[in-house]
């Protein structure tokens, strides 16, 4: 289903078999940033956390860009309003990874082309990145003159290690796509066809799983990532507890055979499900 809306200028929305899709759709400006296009994800995002038929997200570009950013037309006054308040907002709000962060599916970033700076921020903010061969990443906040708030000096670092977020972000380079997989930045590295395919394929992986466990294990990762190896010990040792309490043992046994089977094919196959 093709949802259409105010938002369907800037956003593409495509919702099918409880995997919801979303498109920045500003082909001509490299998918920046605009503030339209910001209230149109931040909005899509809210009114995902409430849509019990949307159990996986993933999010991409239209044309050569993932995203490029901020619009730095509209930062520069360029394009109206005031200026100055509007760069303040923008940088340091952090509303857009705020809603991603917030919601509870999992969010596949399929990286399609040009992830620079602020779109840099928003792959960091999905859960698993899949990456075209045609993808780019780059960290170009010290070239624009601005430091980063939506939380790339700290996300980069841990994803791909200190002494590799630095040499991006100290320099403004471009990473590769081939990099970027080497650098265990993304998930994988596919040609452009098997962008959405693999991402769609990988989705539906996760809906075969356990939904209430899906979502509760993605709460776990992200909150022990965010604290203590001890602390995140203790997070995932409350978070067993207090679901064993509420499993039984036909539950297990009604899905234990599927696992099996599922294990087996894979075997065969010689590869995860999501490839």
């Known amino acids: 289903m093709h949802c259409r809306g105010m938002a369907e200028q800037v956003l593409q929305i495509t919702k099918q078999d409880g995997v919801t899709t979303l498109t920045l759709d500003r082909p001509q400006a490299m998918n920046a940033l605009s503030r339209e296009l910001r209230r149109a994800l931040i909005k899509a995002f809210a009114d995902l956390a409430g849509d019990a038929d949307t159990r996986v997200v993933i999010l991409t570009g239209a044309g050569r860009a993932f995203c490029a950013g901020l619009d730095l037309k509209e930062l520069g006054g360029e394009s109206?309003?005031?200026a100055k308040n509007e760069t303040e907002a923008a940088i340091s709000g952090g509303e857009l990874?705020?809603?991603m962060s917030r919601l509870e599916q999992p969010i596949i970033g399929a990286i399609n082309g040009f992830a620079i700076t602020g779109g840099f921020e928003l792959a960091l903010a999905c859960d698993l990145l899949i990456a075209s061969t045609e993808a780019r990443f780059a960290d170009t906040h010290a070239r624009v003159g601005i430091m980063p708030g939506w939380g790339l000096s700290q996300k980069l670092s841990r994803a791909i290690g200190i002494y590799r977020a630095k040499e991006l972000s100290l320099t403004g380079n471009y990473l590769s796509a081939e990099l970027a997989g080497a650098w265990g930045l993304v998930s994988r590295v596919v040609a452009p066809a098997?962008?959405?395919p693999t991402c769609q394929a990988l989705a539906r992986d996760m809906l075969s799983c356990d939904p209430v466990?899906?979502?509760s294990y993605k709460?776990?990762?992200d909150d022990g990532f965010a604290a203590t190896f001890?602390?995140?010990m203790r997070i995932e040792a409350e978070a067993s507890r207090k679901h064993a309490s509420a499993v039984t043992p036909?539950?297990?046994?009604k899905r234990r055979a599927g696992v099996q089977e599922r294990g087996r094919?894979?075997?065969r196959g010689g590869g995860s499900g999501g490839g």
């Open 213 to 215: 466990v899906l979502r």
């Open 250 to 253: 036909d539950a297990i046994a």
């Open 230 to 232: 001890a602390d995140g």
């Open 265 to 267: 094919a894979q075997s």
């Open 219 to 221: 709460k776990v990762i």
């Open 80 to 82: 109206g309003g005031n």
């Open 97 to 99: 990874v705020q809603a």
């Open 194 to 196: 098997e962008l959405l």
